[in-house]
């Protein structure tokens, strides 16, 4: 990790605190326990599927095929369990590995067959859409087992227990993008495939292993979603397409690819999990949330970027690495 | 010198030691390196031909005036929002803001063309220049506060469909006939879209050949270099950016005359379409490669499929399947081809 | 003497929810059921989500010249030119739960500006005409969510003690609204009722979570929200119904139309019962149904919550197990 | 005479790095000027200043007895200074001709460019200071180094510069291109422009130079006639220290074990019929002229690009299928490749992460990577390759041009692999590390490596080598060995046609 990227997730974070404060200044009812608890459970969807989408992006792709990938977990899993727990020591299971083999397919197209991974991934995510509804029939699903539910919504000693597995899995995801070869062989692959490959990186494996990563991540956060709400339902997936992706974004990295750190990640999905939060208290109109929304983005991430500090260097943006914008 | 004898040798010191020495590629495989750098392009051609020929073989009278007119102006607002993405995308910077800025133009045409048409075609040109507006501001929030053109779009687009929806709270609003009419009318057996589609292959072709969109293609093949050789950093984002939004707000009004009315959320659906348009016509997200024409031919692609599957009557939970299942496959068939081209020439 | 079929084509422009997914099948189950058997040949067109998708789609099926064409549209307007093309060449076209303004075409919904008062006012009267109340604001810019809120808000105003403090967006899924619940009740310390266009059980969801005690609650009519409010103790709830057999009732009219029967209107409204777990006659709309929400005869624990209620019309009889698709 | 550009007291700091900090500088119209110092020294921060591509923290710049000071790159060469940069300033998916006169292109009534008046000025361009012919319609990115190099020359003498700029612009070339570079040069400076040249090879500047002036850590440290100045005396103002010898003593170390044999090895039809055994201990130099099949050639045997023929790796077949295949441990072949900038480096990584990205598995326990170790493999390679760097998380897209292709040199190094093949590998290096990494190249080959070498200059082949195989026309026209191993020969083999065609 070098300074600069350091520097972009401690503003991400920074933007956050601020976020935070202005909140409470709208309602002070959003410091509460109670409510930063329930905030964080919600960044912890976001901050799970941005997961895999932070790997895929860091290897310089992208992950369009996770709003069916998390809502085919969802519908498939209280399905397949009807309610019951004990099916799912094998469901969730099955399920986590199905999510991963749907990522693995998109990693091989990508890197096998070189399809450009926006394609790949729409064309995965439709055609996931279209067999979950051919294969249940449309069927509405059934309420999620009460261990779903308690992995979502339940609390151990008063801490909410997906705030433990996201915490948990915001551990391994530092420690592969920081401590591993996978690691540096993803950031390496961002930045030039072609140096990547002329050093040796086992590229194929690597990308492979991020989308796999990312499949796996929609799945799991599927599942969980499931218990939050206590239903399956289709459609679920799609508000996670586009706060994953920015949430990476105001995470600090760059969307071609190279840089950024789930650290910053976590960030970005309390940014955005908070700003939703924050809109409602409001009392606007839809259309002026709307405005707020992008305006409150833009000086979150404004404060993120290295503008600042630009500010006080006259030289031209080539002379130096270049930042995150293209 | 004739442009078509490009090798001739120049004479002097020089003259003997480069290339002229060397192994010449055979004719065989300089044709193929020809083909090689269209492949981007030549490789789409041939995924539409296949598909115009699945299409053909499953209805009457696909090769006619009356299909082309429809096709076209089926994809004609997706076009005029991938023109505008195509331009963005060569300069390796991605424009999410169109969905705002289709949503806007929609709603305030529909609010504010009355039925004068002096008061109509002024609205429209000032609809016009606020698009080119708006993606030049965008332009300059990338380059002043130097962030991603993901984010500083992202947040843009939500501000303009804001604004569109203040504007216009839900779809409604309405058109004068006359503008209606605009997309069935034809002339010389064409309808005005097909005219429209020429309109922009003639921009094009003069566009591409202008300093300006050498420069924007140069900026997206290597930054640095086009820096360091006199292109403005913001001059560049502010001109691409600017006719991002211009074309988006040609993109609205073209589709308020196919649907007569305004709408404050319409403009999303153009988002990702635009820019898997440009990918499957074979523009790069990193910059520099590609052009307009092979966008045409990705829109029309996507066009394509969509009646592909009408034609092949899959029952209703087999459709996104079929579209998706075609997509991948020509999608993959291209990118297998061209990487195979690449491998035995390089 | 045997006729033979009409070819009627169902255009749809969404099939990300179990509502539209009930429908469809209720289309597929009446075609072959008395007194539909063997008269429709029915196509049935799912298209994306996008308008565009939806004027390419009925562009084809113009061509096709089928004898009707029933469409759930995509925007209230945007479909017009395209539908009074379709008029124009002779197709009967019915527009149907979400309707198109053009005149030429029928339309078969639910009586949006009634089912919103009704509920506001039993709201009222429940909370004894005084009290903070939320509002759902449902999907941002699509027109339903307009008809809502204002029916909403216009019964409100006739109760000078009832102050909305809070609006979120609930977008007709419960994650969002159990999350914009939460939100809101984070910035409000009190509040006595709210007012969703969902499904209600997530804002029941969202005060349980947030320890909070249960308020009158106004939703949708699907089983998981009428299952929520017999099973929990101390729920409020009166439901609106917005019945998925709408397209069956459109099917109906346009074979009627088909066959030279006189339509009496246009604009056909249809009505389901509200469900309540305190039926109270409505003083706005003395003639509307209310029905206790009973296990049994309105919720079903053995059935999809999903499932959207009621189930079949009167003229022609569709199982539990048949708008359930298992 | 006046001086026509002058700078006093430039200093440069890019945050705690200080690129220039007390740079002096006058040369005259009519003179060739050479501008001399070590890696890092500051030279090409210097040339960036002039060409208005860095804004300098202080000092003045007078130009024509004014003060100069542009603001873009584009000021600069209104005034008529252009530069040739070291890292190029080609655009890859422009053709030739577009890079040429890019932002200057002919145009129309329409404003569109004129493609014959465009080709008509690249021909007349390349017809008056006699060009290498390449065709002007092809894409750049299809283009060997050596004639980017040539086409960024073209792009800068085509503004006719009052003052041309050459940032190592022979670094890449070859004896011939070299040799026709100084000339024009020579030729411009004689017509009245000022030419300021910079180089490492010491010989070119002694061949063209009127005057020296040479930097050393950011500032002017001397400036001479070249005339009246020895190269020991350069040599010592530029590293701060005199050094004895720049070629290490020739000892043949070749075990005679055949390292990598090649039999009927080709790529397509850039590349035939080579037959070639590298022995353990041996440094075998590759020579040819542009284009003649020695890049191909390193480039299959590191698996890139699809190769005919047969490959034995220390005497066992070996198909190689890619780089990864290639680096397979102590056994395998590791690459310094032609292109730093695409091929070697990730610019905008740090030096510590470039260096290790190859060998991660050498400080990975258990699946984990150790910085302790990481950090001694690294500190050790900037240490031997006398890296300048600020610390090791600097980007190695920021380090100059000599450090970056250090580090490039240090990676393969670290690979352990002990077949080594080295295209250009000093390019860009100056002298006193040169003749270190030459050191180095004899020591390793006695400690059993096998070297594959190609250089641009012929001379470092003569030096270094044990034997050199010279490529004509994709195939082996010679092997020089001993009395034979002779620039004079390398270039007779290298192109005159002793087969019948
Ligand atoms: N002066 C510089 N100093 C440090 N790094 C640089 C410099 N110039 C370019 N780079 C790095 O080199 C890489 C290539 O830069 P370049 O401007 O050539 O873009 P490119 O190869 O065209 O990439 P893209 O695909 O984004 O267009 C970038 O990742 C950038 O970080
Ligand atoms: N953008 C930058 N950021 C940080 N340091 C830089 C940057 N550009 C140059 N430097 C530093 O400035 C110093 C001078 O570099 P410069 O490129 O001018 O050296 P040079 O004399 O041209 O060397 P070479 O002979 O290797 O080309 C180096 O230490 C380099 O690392
Ligand atoms: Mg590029
Ligand atoms: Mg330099």
């Given at each position: 990790m070098n300074i600069r990227r350091h520097r972009a997730i401690l503003l991400a974070y920074l933007g956050m605190i601020v976020l935070l404060l202005l909140t409470s200044v709208v309602a002070p009812g959003f410091l509460s326990p109670t409510h930063l608890r329930s905030t964080a459970v919600l960044a912890a969807f976001i901050g799970i599927v941005a997961l895999g989408q932070t790997f895929v992006i860091i290897g310089g792709g992208i992950d369009l095929s996770v709003p069916w990938v998390?809502?085919?977990?969802?519908?498939?899993?209280?399905?397949?369990?009807?309610?019951?727990?004990?099916?799912?020591?094998?469901?969730?299971?099955?399920?986590?590995?199905?999510?991963?083999?749907?990522?693995?397919?998109?990693?091989?197209?990508?890197?096998?067959?070189?399809?450009?991974?926006?394609?790949?991934?729409?064309?995965?995510?439709?055609?996931?859409q279209g067999g979950i509804l051919v294969y249940t029939g449309g069927a509405p699903t059934s309420t999620a087992p009460a261990a779903i539910q308690f992995l979502a919504v339940g609390r151990i000693a008063g801490f909410p227990v997906v705030l433990i597995l996201w915490i948990v899995l915001a551990a391994l995801a530092t420690i592969l993008l920081s401590k591993t070869a996978f690691g540096r062989y993803l950031y390496a692959i961002g930045t030039s495939a072609t140096v990547a490959e002329f050093s040796g990186v086992p590229t194929l494996r690597t990308t492979v292993l991020a989308y796999t990563l990312s499949g796996f991540t929609a799945a799991l956060a599927g599942m969980l979603l499931t218990g939050y709400t206590a239903q399956a339902y289709l459609g679920m997936g799609d508000p996670y397409l586009f706060t994953s992706i920015a949430a990476v974004a105001i995470g600090g990295a760059s969307i071609l690819g190279g840089s950024g750190h789930y650290i910053g990640t976590i960030a970005g999905a309390l940014v955005l999990t908070i700003l939703t939060g924050l809109l409602p208290a409001l009392n606007l109109s839809s259309g002026a949330l709307l405005i707020v929304y992008g305006v409150v983005i833009l000086v979150t991430v404004s404060l993120a970027s290295e503008a600042l500090s630009s500010l006080f260097t006259f030289l031209p943006r080539f002379g130096r690495p270049r930042g995150p914008s293209a | 010198m004739s442009v078509a004898d490009p090798i001739t040798p120049v004479k002097g010191?020089?003259?003997?030691?480069?290339?002229?020495?060397?192994?010449?590629?055979?004719?065989?495989?300089?044709?193929?390196?020809?083909?090689?750098?269209?492949?981007?392009?030549?490789?789409?051609?041939?995924?539409?031909?296949?598909?115009?020929?699945?299409?053909?073989?499953?209805?009457?009278?696909?090769?006619?005036?009356?299909?082309?007119?429809?096709?076209?102006?089926?994809?004609?607002?997706?076009?005029?929002?991938?023109?505008?993405?195509?331009?963005?995308?060569?300069?390796?910077?991605?424009?999410?803001?169109?969905?705002g800025m289709i949503s806007l133009g929609t709603v305030l045409a529909a609010t504010r063309f009355g039925t004068d048409p002096a008061q109509a075609t002024a609205w429209a040109f000032g609809i016009v220049a606020i698009g080119a507006l708006v993606g030049a501001l965008n332009g300059m929030l990338i380059t002043v506060l130097r962030l991603q053109p993901f984010l500083v779009t992202l947040a843009t687009w939500s501000i303009l469909s804001g604004t569109a929806m203040i504007i216009l709270p839900t779809d409604g609003g309405s058109l004068p006939t006359g503008w209606t009419m605009f997309g069935v009318t034809s002339w010389l057996g064409l309808s005005t879209s097909v005219w429209l589609l020429a309109l922009l292959l003639v921009f094009w072709f003069w566009f591409k050949r202008t300093r300006l969109g050498i420069a924007i293609r140069a900026t997206g093949s290597n930054e640095r270099s086009a820096f360091l050789s006199g292109v403005s950093p913001i001059g560049i984002n502010i001109t691409t950016y600017g006719l991002s939004g211009l074309f988006a707000a040609l993109a609205a009004l073209y589709l308020t005359t196919q649907t007569g009315a305004g709408s404050p959320t319409i403009g999303k659906d153009y988002i990702l379409p635009s820019v898997a348009a440009a990918v499957i016509g074979g523009i790069s997200l990193f910059g520099g490669r590609g052009g307009l024409v092979g966008t045409v031919i990705g829109a029309f692609i996507l066009t394509i499929i969509g009646n592909l599957v009408f034609v092949l009557e899959v029952s209703s939970y087999w459709q996104p399947i079929v579209s998706g299942i075609i997509l991948l496959v020509a999608v993959l068939a291209s990118s297998i081809a061209e990487k195979s081209a690449r491998r035995s020439l390089s | 003497e045997e006729k033979k079929p009409y070819k009627i084509y169902l255009s749809n422009n969404f099939v990300g929810n179990d509502w539209r997914q009930q429908m469809l099948r209720i289309a597929d189950t009446v075609v072959k059921k008395a007194p539909l058997a063997g008269r429709v040949d029915l196509k049935v067109e799912n298209v994306e989500t996008t308008t565009q998708a939806q004027i390419n789609s009925l562009n084809n099926i113009i061509r096709t010249k089928p004898d009707a064409i029933l469409i759930d549209v995509g925007s209230p307007t945007a479909l017009n030119p395209t539908i009074e093309k379709a008029c124009a060449a002779g197709i009967l076209v019915i527009t149907f739960d979400q309707v198109a303004t053009a005149d030429c075409a029928y339309k078969v919904e639910s009586d949006w500006s009634m089912l919103p008062a009704v509920q506001a006012e039993w709201i009222a009267e429940k909370i004894g005409g005084k009290g903070k109340v939320f509002v759902d604001r449902g999907l941002a810019g699509a027109p339903i969510s307009e008809q809502l809120q204002s029916g909403f808000e216009k019964v409100l105003k006739n109760y000078p003690g009832i102050e909305i403090v809070g609006y979120f967006n609930g977008n007709y899924a419960l994650g969002p609204e159990q999350e914009g619940v939460a939100s809101l009740l984070a910035a409000h310390p009190q509040v006595d009722a709210i007012l969703t266009q969902g499904y209600g059980s997530g804002a029941i969801k969202a005060l349980q979570?947030?320890?909070?005690?249960?308020?009158?609650?106004?939703?949708?009519?699907?089983?998981?929200?009428?299952?929520?409010?017999?099973?929990?103790?101390?729920?409020?709830?009166?439901?609106?119904?917005n019945p998925a057999y709408l397209s069956a009732e459109a099917l109906k009219l346009a074979v009627d139309i088909l066959d030279g029967k006189e339509a009496k209107e246009k604009h056909v409204f249809v009505y389901g019962p509200f469900l309540s777990t305190d039926p109270q006659p409505s003083k706005l709309y003395p003639d509307v149904k209310m029905q206790k929400i009973e296990v049994g005869t309105n919720a079903f624990p053995d059935l999809a919550p999903g499932l959207s209620l009621p189930i079949t019309p009167d003229w022609v009889e569709i199982t539990p197990q048949e708008a359930a698709g298992s | 005479m006046t001086e026509l550009l002058t700078a006093a007291a430039i200093h440069k700091r890019y945050g705690g790095i200080t690129a220039l900090s007390r740079a002096d500088f006058s040369a005259r119209a009519g003179e060739v000027h050479a501008l001399l110092g070590e890696n890092g020294a500051g030279k090409s921060t210097f040339i960036q200043i002039l060409a208005g591509a860095v804004r300098p923290d202080g000092g003045a710049v007078t130009l024509g007895g004014i003060p100069y000071r542009p603001r873009n790159p584009q000021e600069a060469q209104q005034s008529g200074i252009s530069p040739v940069f070291q890292e190029l300033s080609l655009v890859p998916d422009l053709t030739v001709e577009?890079?040429?006169?890019?932002?200057?292109?002919?145009?129309?009534?329409?404003?569109?460019?004129?493609?014959?008046?465009?080709?008509?000025?690249?021909?007349?361009?390349?017809?008056?200071?006699?060009?290498?012919?390449?065709?002007?319609?092809?894409?750049?990115?299809?283009?060997?180094?050596?004639?980017?190099?040539?086409?960024?020359?073209?792009?800068?003498?085509?503004?006719?510069?009052?003052?041309?700029?050459?940032?190592?612009?022979?670094?890449?070339?070859?004896?011939?291109?070299?040799?026709?570079?100084?000339?024009?040069?020579?030729?411009?400076?004689?017509?009245?422009?000022?030419?300021?040249?910079?180089?490492?090879?010491?010989?070119?500047?002694?061949?063209?130079?009127?005057?020296?002036?040479?930097?050393?850590?950011g500032a002017t440290v001397a400036a001479y006639e070249t005339k009246s100045v020895d190269d020991e005396t350069i040599i010592a103002d530029m590293l701060g220290r005199r050094m004895d010898r720049l070629y290490p003593e020739l000892k043949a170390t070749s075990t005679g074990k055949v390292a990598l044999g090649l039999r009927d090895f080709g790529v397509d039809h850039r590349l035939s019929d080579i037959d070639l055994d590298l022995r353990e201990g041996e440094v075998l130099g590759v020579a040819g002229m542009q284009g003649h099949g020695q890049r191909e050639l390193f480039q299959a045997l590191f698996g890139i690009g699809s190769a005919r023929g047969r490959v034995e790796v220390w005497g066992k077949p070996k198909t190689i299928r890619g780089p990864r295949q290639a680096l397979t441990g102590r056994d395998g072949l590791a690459l310094v490749p032609e292109d730093r900038r695409n091929h070697g480096l990730l610019l905008s990584k740090s030096v510590r992460e470039n260096l290790t990205l190859s060998v991660i598995q050498r400080f990975t326990r258990f699946g984990i990577t150790d910085p302790k170790r990481e950090g001694a493999?690294?500190?050790?390679?900037?240490?031997?390759?006398?890296?300048?760097?600020?610390?090791?998380?600097?980007?190695?897209?920021?380090?100059?041009?000599?450090?970056?292709?250090?580090?490039?040199?240090?990676?393969?190094?670290?690979?352990?692999?002990?077949?080594?093949?080295?295209?250009?590998?000093?390019?860009?290096?100056?002298?006193?590390?040169?003749g270190e990494i030459f050191q180095l190249m004899r020591d390793l080959a006695a400690k059993g490596y096998a070297i594959l070498f190609y250089s641009s200059d012929l001379a470092e082949l003569v030096h270094v080598a044990d034997r050199v195989a010279v490529l004509r026309n994709g195939r082996l026209a010679a092997m020089l060995e001993g009395e034979a191993n002779t620039e004079h020969q390398i270039l007779r083999a290298a192109m005159i046609e002793t087969r019948a065609a």
């Open positions: 998390l809502n085919s977990a969802a519908v498939l899993m209280t399905l397949l369990a009807g309610s019951q727990d004990a099916p799912l020591l094998w469901i969730v299971p099955m399920l986590l590995a199905a999510g991963a083999l749907v990522g693995m397919i998109n990693g091989l197209g990508v890197a096998i067959f070189g399809v450009p991974p926006i394609i790949m991934t729409l064309a995965v995510n439709v055609i996931l | 010191p020089g003259a003997a030691m480069a290339r002229d020495a060397a192994p010449r590629p055979s004719r065989a495989s300089a044709w193929k390196a020809a083909l090689l750098d269209r492949a981007s392009l030549i490789i789409p051609c041939v995924m539409l031909a296949a598909l115009l020929g699945l299409y053909a073989s499953l209805r009457d009278g696909v090769f006619t005036i009356d299909e082309l007119n429809l096709d076209t102006a089926a994809a004609m607002t997706l076009l005029l929002a991938a023109t505008g993405q195509t331009i963005v995308l060569l300069r390796g910077g991605i424009d999410l803001s169109i969905g | 979570d947030a320890g909070r005690p249960l308020v009158p609650v106004a939703g949708g009519g699907y089983n998981t929200a009428s299952l929520v409010c017999a099973q929990t103790e101390g729920a409020q709830c009166i439901l609106e119904t | 577009e890079n040429i006169w890019f932002r200057r292109e002919p145009l129309s009534a329409v404003r569109t460019v004129r493609a014959r008046a465009m080709r008509e000025a690249t021909l007349a361009l390349f017809a008056r200071h006699h060009f290498p012919a390449i065709r002007p319609d092809q894409e750049l990115r299809r283009l060997t180094l050596a004639e980017r190099q040539v086409i960024e020359i073209a792009k800068a003498l085509s503004r006719d510069p009052k003052v041309l700029i050459l940032d190592e612009a022979t670094s890449a070339l070859g004896p011939q291109e070299t040799e026709w570079l100084l000339g024009l040069a020579r030729g411009l400076a004689d017509a009245g422009s000022l030419v300021i040249y910079i180089s490492h090879r010491l010989g070119e500047v002694r061949q063209i130079a009127d005057r020296i002036t040479v930097f050393r850590n493999l690294v500190d050790e390679m900037i240490a031997t390759l006398k890296i300048k760097a600020g610390t090791p998380e600097q980007p190695a897209g920021t380090l100059s041009g000599g450090n970056q292709q250090k580090v490039i040199f240090g990676k393969m190094l670290l690979t352990e692999a002990r077949i080594l093949l080295l295209y250009d590998p000093t390019r860009g290096i100056d002298v006193g590390t040169k």
